[in-house]
């Protein structure tokens, strides 16, 4: 669904209108939230967010594994793998599954480690650590109760902060603030806005949670080999406006930008009509990688699209690389794998 624009102005009419639904849904997002977990018997880091939409939980996630990976773990992905048609618990194949089998996060996450979807995260926790997993890093997942976690990490836009404030309908909130605050270990601001929203700030403070920051800085081999040529950007992920700033921000020229939902599959229609500006305009195609793993399915021009378009891959850069190495390889070195290790 497309986020609508009063979510990140301050509170107005339609916020204070939807807000007796948005305390209903958020006593129940809350109460939710208190449920105890099932210890999946290996350490679990799980990188989420406060608001419903994108925020850097995937490059995040990556970032986070890459970490481990690099002091002698095993990190395992687990993904629900939102819209795709398969339950699980299963192991990605990025060569035998789509983005419609599995969604779009889990694809780009199995090329970096191995990668397990499943609607079920108690049952998708005990189908990795089976095929060897020794740290499980979750793609989302700070609202899901159903496992114990060792480290959540809360992503937070720099730039577009908490929104209004408010929950869900009211507010990008998928919970009280407060609630999701009691499950988070660390908050992470990613971007340039380097002003802590002022309710992250006053709990982080007197609940002394680390705050660490970081950006996200994509590829150049990817700019540079598109030189000076004019684009179009398109994009369905949760802010499309950030992927345009970043293009920006390396030189490229947007001669069009269009917006899609998150998570947006991609029709014919779609394709027939980005293809056809990019000819009238003699345009490249210019997407994110989540957008380009869409893009497939039958009709021939999402073919041509996807052959044509032009990702732009992105990773994220812990400014302070210590201090995050450190909370990863704690959490890592949990009570959950000494029982883990028992167990097996």
Same mark, same amino acid.
């Given at each position: 669904m497309r986020e609508p624009s009063f979510w990140w102005d301050?509170?107005?009419?339609?916020?204070?209108?939807?807000?007796?639904?948005?305390?209903?849904?958020?006593?129940?997002?809350?109460?939710r939230l208190r449920r105890t977990g099932?210890?999946?018997?290996?350490?679990?880091?799980?990188?989420?967010?406060?608001?419903?939409?994108?925020a850097g939980k995937t490059p995040t996630a990556i970032a986070v594994a890459r970490l481990l990976a690099e002091s002698g773990e095993a990190p395992f992905f687990l993904s629900r793998g939102y819209g795709g048609r398969l339950a699980g618990p299963l192991r990605v194949d990025p060569a035998l599954h789509s983005a419609a089998d599995v969604g779009d996060e889990p694809l780009l996450l199995a090329r970096h480690a191995p990668t397990v979807v499943s609607h079920d995260r108690v049952?998708?926790?005990?189908?990795?650590r089976e095929a060897g997993a020794e740290v499980i890093?979750?793609?989302?997942?700070?609202?899901?109760?159903?496992?114990?976690?060792?480290?959540?990490?809360?992503?937070i836009d720099a730039r577009r902060g908490i929104g209004n404030g408010f929950v869900f309908p009211a507010g990008p909130l998928r919970a009280p603030l407060k609630a999701q605050l009691e499950k988070t270990h660390c908050i992470l601001l990613i971007g340039d806005g380097r002003q802590t929203p002022s309710a992250i700030a006053g709990l982080t403070h007197a609940e002394r949670r680390p705050l660490l920051r970081a950006r996200l800085e994509p590829d150049g081999g990817a700019v540079k080999a598109?030189?000076?040529?004019?684009?179009?950007?398109?994009?369905?992920?949760?802010?499309?406006?950030?992927f345009f700033m970043t293009l920006a921000s390396v030189g490229l020229?947007?001669?069009?930008?269009?917006?899609? !939902?998150?998570?947006?599959?991609?029709?014919?229609?779609? $394709?027939?009509?980005? +293809? @056809? *500006?990019?000819?009238?305009?003699?345009?490249?195609?210019?997407?994110?990688?989540?957008?380009?793993v869409r893009l497939s399915g039958t009709h021939p021009a999402l073919a041509k699209l996807a052959a044509k378009a032009?990702?732009? !891959?992105?990773?994220?850069?812990?400014?302070d690389m210590? $201090?995050?190495?450190? +909370? @990863? *390889?704690?959490?890592?070195?949990?009570?959950?794998?000494?029982?883990?290790?028992?167990?097996?």
């Open positions: 301050k509170a107005g009419c339609a916020a204070w209108l939807l807000q007796p639904l948005a305390l209903i849904y958020g006593a129940v997002a809350a109460h099932t210890q999946a018997g290996i350490p679990v880091i799980c990188v989420g967010n406060f608001t419903l939409g994108g049952a998708g926790a005990a189908f990795a890093v979750m793609d989302d997942g700070l609202q899901n109760p159903s496992l114990q976690k060792d480290l959540t990490i809360a992503v598109l030189g000076r040529r004019k684009v179009l950007a398109f994009a369905g992920i949760g802010d499309p406006e950030k020229e947007a001669v069009a930008e269009e917006s899609f !939902p998150d998570h947006h599959p991609y029709t014919g229609d779609d $394709a027939e009509r980005l +293809l @056809a *500006l990019c000819e009238t305009k003699n345009l490249v195609p210019v997407t994110t990688e989540k957008d380009l032009r990702a732009i !891959p992105v990773a994220l850069v812990f400014e210590a $201090a995050a190495k450190k +909370l @990863a *390889l704690r959490a890592a070195q949990s009570p959950q794998r000494e029982k883990g290790s028992r167990a097996g």
